[in-house]
Nanobody
Framework: QVQLAESGGGLVQAGGSLTLSCAMSGRTISLYHMGWFRQAPGKEREFVAAFSWSDRLTDYADSVKGRFTISRDMVKNTVALQMTSLKPEDTAVYYC???????????????????WGQGTQVTVSS
């Protein structure tokens, strides 16, 4: 059974930093694309960042480029999202997800991701 569990969310002031972690069980992280998405109240879920299964290729939403960094630990089977220079508009529930490793480029849409975590709340105060 595949399970993903996020941790590390919380309340932070604008300009601060947080690191989210996602632990995956039931799959080997090196064989799957791993992505982070977020959903703010009243808005649709949106892509944040992704890590390719095949190499160190990463991709980011324009809104977080230069501020967020996605990484993976193949020994711990985890993926992390380091968030810096946080803004109030980054407030959302953050989800990690796993997609079968097809193709080199990790997906930036939700559909290919077949397993999701429960989400962790990130709140950035102004």
């Amino acid at each position: 059974q595949v399970q993903l569990a996020e941790s590390g969310g919380g309340l932070v002031q604008a300009g601060g930093s947080l690191t989210l972690s996602c632990a995956m069980s039931g799959r080997t992280i090196s064989l799957y694309h791993m992505g982070w998405f977020r959903q703010a109240p009243g808005k649709e879920r949106e892509f944040v960042a992704a890590f390719s299964w095949s190499d160190r290729l990463t991709d980011y939403a324009d809104s977080v480029k230069g501020r967020f960094t996605i990484s993976r630990d193949m020994v711990k089977n985890t993926v992390a999202l380091q968030m810096t220079s946080l803004k109030p508009e980054d407030t959302a529930v953050y989800y990690c997800a796993s997609a079968p490793g097809m193709g080199r480029t990790p997906p930036k849409v939700s559909a290919p991701y077949d397993y999701w975590g429960q989400g962790t709340q990130v709140t950035v105060s102004s």
